[in-house]
């Protein structure tokens, strides 16, 4: 799979029509992705309740195909909700690592912003983009359920415009 | 760190399992330690620290008022009874006198808070037994609740609510109403609760004389609150070591005798109960009246030291601050129930099976907020 979608947009674009390929595939990937984000449910703080409460009764995530799993290996998206201190820092590097491609990230909540109302202290990292690249922030302290659905809906716009020539090795071939 | 090559009695070697911090069941970030003999535990070994944010020297360098929207976030289910110790130690050095209607709004809050709690544990708790339908059950009352939340203090889980001498601000039209049917609306789900999980045979299979801590333990431990009121030690501060205006409210202080998960488990839905005659109580008493009592703007305790204890859903929650007659503490030191009653677990896991882990960890009813701080 993995040479086949690295390198067949380079082989396409020299036929004829082969741009419509290209965009027809583009549209069904990315369709496909941005409605089966699957969170790895990864709660550090306060606003751990925040994200459980949008995946429960009233705020349902469901609905947009964002289902939790308990596992790196199986998760596309971590939402990192919740005060990252140096002592969690590597742990977390260490699970988006495992986390197969495409991967995506969000940040929840002014803790992992920027280190939010715990700024001024010793133990906690001054935004978690210090340590893995985020797509997507969410402000508020938390950020209500409905802010992180904007979020998660912020996050499907991007993977949208997002096209397979961008995939993997394709870049470095490039 | 526990050496990965301890020997069982046979002299195989035995399996080291790192459980967290990662992991849906630890309730944040704590880490366990578990050495397995086969499927039976020999030593379990808590790591925490996972969400050590420096509170309590970040307190130092905030006004007392600052300090009470930080204390949102010591345990953040129970943000209202982290406010109410805060503004009473605060208010024990300043020794200003509260106004009645503020009393009761403070009462009514805290107790709204402890529906909350409990209502997330018997979700949780529930969850981590493997009935998922629980929380979704919880969740639905939980967000009626932080309605009456947000009407009152415009945010849903860090309320910032108290103030030094009363509280920020009145109730809006309609709250009474909305929080009567509020509780009735409770009581008919509790019944709910009760036929969904109380009485299932497979969740009584997990829980009954799971993780037993027996009475000599509990004092040894200093636990407190509902765990160790499920072990049969009749104690609450708010009647025993009363504060407020608790002493103007009716209500018992249930014990179990068994001390295990079920009972632990039964503990938090008695109290449920209890909580809601509470606010049934307030909701009927409530007069009006001033709201917030005078003190200056910028607050300077005299120098000296207080110490106030409460009954938080957790168990006791308890503040040690020193004033040096400056705008900032000079220490604030917080008994964090959670903490405490996590000492027990060392104890009383060893020698289960790996899937009561689980279970006991639950029903100890742990917010890492509140642990590492």
Not at chain 1, 30 to 55: D, K
Not at chain 1, 116 to 144: E, H
Not at chain 2, 26 to 55: C, F, N, Q, S, W
Not at chain 2, 65 to 89: C, E, G, H, K, P
Request: net charge neutral; proline share 5%.
């Amino acid at each position: 799979m993995g040479i086949l979608l690295d390198e067949a947009p380079y082989i396409l674009e020299n036929f004829p029509g082969g741009g419509i390929v290209i965009t027809s595939a583009d549209w069904f990937i990315n369709w496909s992705r941005a409605n089966s984000l699957w969170p790895l449910t990864f709660g550090l703080a306060c606003c751990a309740f925040e994200m459980i409460s949008a995946n429960m009764s009233k705020y349902d995530l469901d609905r947009f195909g964002v289902f939790p799993r308990p596992t790196p290996r199986q998760a596309d998206l971590i939402f990192v909700a919740g005060t990252l201190t140096k002592k969690m820092a590597p742990r977390l590097k260490k699970l988006y690592d495992q986390m197969g491609e495409p991967k995506y990230v969000i940040s929840m909540g002014s803790c992992s912003n920027t280190g939010g109302p715990f700024y001024d202290s010793y133990a906690v990292v001054k935004g978690v983009d210090k340590v893995i690249p985020v797509d997507v922030y969410v402000a508020g302290c938390p950020p209500r359920p409905e802010n992180l659905i904007e979020g998660i809906k912020k996050l499907q716009e991007k993977i949208k415009k997002d096209t397979i020539k961008n995939n993997g090795r394709a870049k470095i071939f490039k | 760190m526990t050496e990965n090559t301890l020997k069982d009695k046979d002299g195989f070697e035995t399996m080291y399992l790192n459980m967290g911090p990662q992991h849906p069941s630890t309730h944040g970030v704590l880490r366990l330690g578990l050495v397995l003999d086969g499927e039976v535990i020999i030593k379990a070994e808590p790591d925490i620290g996972y969400l050590h944010r420096g509170m309590e020297k970040l307190a130092e360098s905030r006004t007392y008022q600052a300090n009470i929207a930080m204390s949102d976030r010591f345990d953040y289910v129970t943000s209202m009874n982290n406010n109410f110790v805060t503004a009473l130690a605060v208010e024990k050095l300043l020794g200003v006198e509260i106004p009645k209607r503020a009393q009761y709004l403070r009462i009514l809050m805290a107790e709204l808070n402890r529906v909350v709690n409990h209502i997330l544990f018997f979700g949780f708790f529930a969850m981590d037994l493997g009935a998922t339908t629980a929380l979704i059950f919880g969740f639905r009352e939980r967000e009626e609740a932080l309605e009456l939340f947000e009407s009152v203090c415009g945010a849903r889980l860090t309320y910032n609510y108290f103030r030094v001498g009363g509280v920020s601000r009145d109730l809006p039209a309609g709250f009474i109403e909305k929080a009567g049917n509020f509780v009735k609306m409770m009581r008919s789900r509790l019944k709910d609760y009760d036929d969904l999980v109380t009485g299932n045979v497979i969740f009584q299979d997990r829980s009954v004389g799971i993780g037993r801590i027996s009475k000599e333990d509990v004092l040894a431990y200093s636990l407190s609150g509902p765990v160790m009121r499920a072990s049969g030690i009749k104690y609450d501060i708010r009647k025993d070591d009363t504060y407020s205006v608790y002493r103007e409210f009716d209500f018992e202080v249930p014990v179990r005798e068994n001390g295990d998960c079920f009972d632990r488990y039964m503990m938090r839905m008695l109290e449920l109960r209890e909580a809601l005659k509470i606010i049934e109580q307030v909701l009927i008493k409530l007069e009006p009246g001033e709201i917030l009592a005078k003190v200056p703007k910028i607050i300077k305790p005299p120098a000296g030291e207080a110490y106030v204890r409460t009954e938080s859903p957790k168990g006791e929650l308890a503040l040690y601050l020193v004033s040096d007659g400056t705008a900032n503490p000079y220490r604030l030191h917080l008994r964090a129930p959670s903490f405490i009653n996590l000492q027990i677990l060392q104890k009383i896991l060893t020698g289960v099976k790996v899937a009561d882990v689980i279970a006991i960890l639950g029903s100890i009813d742990i917010t890492l907020g509140e642990v590492d701080r």
